[in-house]
């Protein structure tokens, strides 16, 4: 049905804008929406696979499902709609739902006769493929096993170490297994002794953990007293006390210098460049925080603390000045077997390097096309050039995927091969059934969380659990407008801080303070967060607060009547605070607007741009609250949505719901059902990396594809892409990495036309 009553006005789909679908979806849910016909309350449905339309909650009204009339018209509520072939007044709209699209692959695997499943004699119940035989089996020098997604890299690991001990009598406590995470270390562990079947003395004696965990205590063996963990800086806040004390020290401006952005960085720097190697800085700000770091530094060791980037460092320091001590190490550790190599930084790669030393038995397992951790300092060029470094090793490709279906894992190699820097193989999988990924094309982020969650509430009543599920996005942003939509269902959820906490940003916090000022001019905490805009010091409150006594007006309008400012700050000031009553009568989204344009907000935020020579996502965050805001038709009920997701910030969410979570948290996991936001240009792949290719720089872009890829490949069964025609208020285009998807598509099309009938 395409027409339903809302107030006493009839709405036609034929004429509405796509903007408002959300909106009409809202509506409904509210019970603001009834039937032309028969009265009764109807529904809007907007959901990835149907076409929207109005629906009736109980029972279906006969006249609504009659065919369409004859006659040219119709009259419904005084107004007339065309029928039949419809004659519409004005241009329709351009961004009109359309159909999802499935990625289709025509050309079917068969498992081959190198993947058919081989054993050994020592685990008869555990079947291998050729190539993983290979690796299981290998007997001595480098190697370099290229697992691709869903390949089977920890059972070869696993498989790899109890061989070793049980056919080649190796000593169990000789063998270094290192892993990226602890819950890796504990699940090989279990695997050793439940799936291979060690002695449990013989499983434990296997040195298992993660580079932080063996360096420490690498460290806490050789000098207790320096690296014991009462010294451990184990928190964050911990950490920006020093980096606070530091700023303070050089008289520069803790919001110019945010401490987790401080923080983030010279752990990159630690990471990243070797102990003897100095980062090339860029501009001031880095040079600050140059300064910042050395700082950070000089304090702990005052204290006499570390943090967790330290122990590699003084790890390879000290096995780099005690050649001694480094013998015994490469003593004990005879072979040292590496997970996910491709996320190894340079002071990690360095250590294995001596820890293997002359005997060279390094088992490294890894894939390139899976290296996504650049901002903490890893590199895929040691995985890419591990043939440099060790003429002798033996390379060995698992390209079997065994998770994912073959059109997930078709489509996901069509495009990833279309990135240079890379092995090159093709991933395949063993299963063939025929739920091709699907394109879905919602109007913008509001929509697109609705699609989303109708989808997964059809599917669980069709059986499905929530956990089968999974959400990704690019960062924690984009989970807003998701995580909003699952909070108000009822369909748990699990989710972390950083998507949570979207109305406790600072911009975002900033904006909501002009907003609550509109409605209650006394708002003290409000005005507080509106200063550091007006460019007054925190003291000025104070000064307000004065004010609103002596001149008996409120804190919005004693803005205008502060005398110790510059007078042309007075003057703003004086032009803003009557501003303060045309805010009030706006609709959210064009208050948001209205705010930083007129306000001074915008003005703020290119002044901060200007200061700090970084680029300030500021603006991002404004564009953000537009889009979350348009749903709202006072300012009022949107003021009170952002209190209560605020509030719900520290509730527990349900770690057997949905998953909602980053790209960068999802790897190494796997979901039955994936749906992948925002695969536009500008989000994926980021900005950041669009402004690098702009000057000439692939490498960034490049990783921005290894995204895409490792989020295709954690579905299972169903994956679905979004690609909204607005983002962030703008038109949004789709991701240049859908290009080759869409080309196969094409000439698979262009086939079936040519084909003889």
């Not at 790899?160 to 169990?172: D, T």
């Not at 110019?256 to 010279?266: E, G, N, S």
């Not at 590699?312 to 000045?321: G, K, N, P, V, Y």
């Not at 190894?344 to 038995?361: C, D, F, K, M, T």
Request: hydrophobic share 35%.
């Amino acid at each position: 049905m395409k027409c339903a009553r809302r107030h006493d006005r009839t709405i036609s789909l034929h004429t509405y804008s796509r903007e408002h679908y959300q909106f009409l979806h809202d509506e409904g849910k509210k019970g603001h929406l009834s039937c032309p016909y028969c009265g009764n309350p109807v529904f809007f449905r907007l959901n990835i696979h149907e076409e929207p339309a109005f629906i009736h909650k109980l029972e279906v009204c006969e006249k609504a499902e009659e065919p369409e009339e004859k006659s040219s018209y119709k009259e419904l509520g005084g107004f007339r709609f065309p029928t039949g072939k419809q004659i519409i007044s004005q241009p329709k709209d351009t961004f009109d739902w359309q159909e999802p699209r499935a990625i289709q692959f025509d050309e079917a695997f068969h498992l081959q006769v190198n993947e058919q499943g081989h054993t050994i004699d020592l685990f008869p119940h555990i079947t291998f493929s050729t190539p993983q035989l290979e690796a299981v089996t290998h007997q001595n020098g480098p190697m370099l096993v290229l697992a691709g997604a869903g390949s089977g890299k920890t059972r070869v690991l696993t498989a790899r170490a109890a061989y070793l001990i049980s056919q080649h009598q190796i000593p169990a406590h000789h063998i270094l297994l290192v892993t990226f995470t602890t819950k890796a270390s504990s699940e090989m562990k279990e695997r050793l002794r439940m799936q291979y079947q060690l002695q449990p003395s013989q499983a434990s004696q296997v040195v298992t953990g993660t580079f932080h965990s063996l360096f420490y205590k690498m460290l806490l063996h050789d000098d207790p007293t320096k690296w014991n963990g009462q010294h451990l800086i184990k928190f964050d806040w911990q950490k920006e006390q020093y980096i606070r004390k530091a700023i303070m020290n050089e008289g520069l401006d803790e919001k110019d210098y945010p401490t987790d952005q401080v923080l983030q960085l010279i752990g990159f720097w630690k990471n990243a460049f070797l102990p003897d190697e100095r980062p090339e800085l860029n501009d001031e700000k880095e040079k600050h925080i140059w300064t910042i770091y050395q700082s950070y530094e000089q304090q702990k060791q005052d204290h006499q603390q570390f943090d967790f980037d330290d122990m590699a460092i003084a790890c390879l320091q000290m096995l780099t000045e005690q050649p001694e001590l480094l013998k015994k190490y490469q003593e004990r550790f005879k072979y040292i077997l590496v997970d996910e190599f491709q996320d190894i930084n340079p002071v990690q790669y360095q250590l294995i390097r001596l820890l293997a030393g002359e005997s060279e038995q390094l088992f490294c397992v890894g894939d390139d096309d899976q290296a996504i951790y650049a901002f903490r300092g890893s590199n895929p060029a040691f995985i890419l050039h591990f043939k440099q470094d060790y003429p002798s090793a033996h390379i060995i490709h698992l390209h079997a995927n065994y998770r994912s279906h073959h059109t997930i894992v078709a489509s996901a190699d069509a495009v990833i091969r279309k990135n240079q820097h890379r092995y090159a193989k093709t991933l395949k999988a063993v299963r063939t059934e025929k739920l091709p990924p699907t394109l879905f094309y919602p109007y913008d982020e509001e929509e697109e969380a609705t699609m989303i969650v109708a989808d997964i509430q059809e599917k669980i009543k069709n059986g499905a659990k929530p956990n089968d599920f999974c959400v990704l996005f690019r960062t924690n942003t984009g989970g807003r407008a998701i995580y909003e939509r699952l909070h108000q269902s009822a369909i748990p959820y699990q989710t972390d801080t950083g998507v949570k906490a979207f109305y406790s940003r600072r911009v975002v916090r900033v904006l909501l303070a002009f907003l609550s000022l509109s409605q209650d001019t006394d708002d003290v905490p409000a005005m507080k967060q509106l200063l550091p805009v007006f460019f007054l010091k925190q003291q000025t409150l104070n000064t307000l607060k004065a004010l609103t006594i002596t001149e008996d007006c409120s804190m919005v309008e004693a803005l205008g009547k502060l005398t110790d400012i510059q007078p042309f700050q007075r003057k703003k000031l004086q032009s803003i605070v009557p501003l303060f009553r045309t805010l009030r009568t706006l609709k959210p989204s064009d208050a948001v607007s209205f705010i930083e344009q007129k306000m001074g907000l915008g003005d703020y935020l290119k002044k901060r741009v200007s200061d700090t020579n970084v680029l300030e996502k500021g603006a991002d965050d404004v564009r953000d609250v537009k889009t979350a805001a348009k749903r709202f038709e006072t300012i009022e009920d949107f003021l009170s949505h952002a209190e209560h997701m605020k509030s719900a910030e520290k509730e527990k969410t349900d770690a057997h719901g949905v998953q909602l979570m980053t790209i960068h948290r999802a790897k190494g996991l796997e979901f039955q059902t994936v749906y992948i936001t925002c695969v536009v240009d500008g989000a994926l792949p980021h900005d950041f990396a669009l402004d690098e290719l702009r000057q000439g720089e692939e490498e960034a872009t490049e990783e921005e594809r290894r995204l895409l890829y490792v989020a295709m490949t954690r579905a299972e069964q169903s994956l679905y892409l979004s690609v909204p025609s607005f983002r962030r208020g703008k038109t949004a285009h789709r991701s240049r990495f859908l290009y080759p998807l869409l080309k196969k598509n094409r000439e698979l099309f262009t086939q079936k036309q040519q084909a003889p009938l």
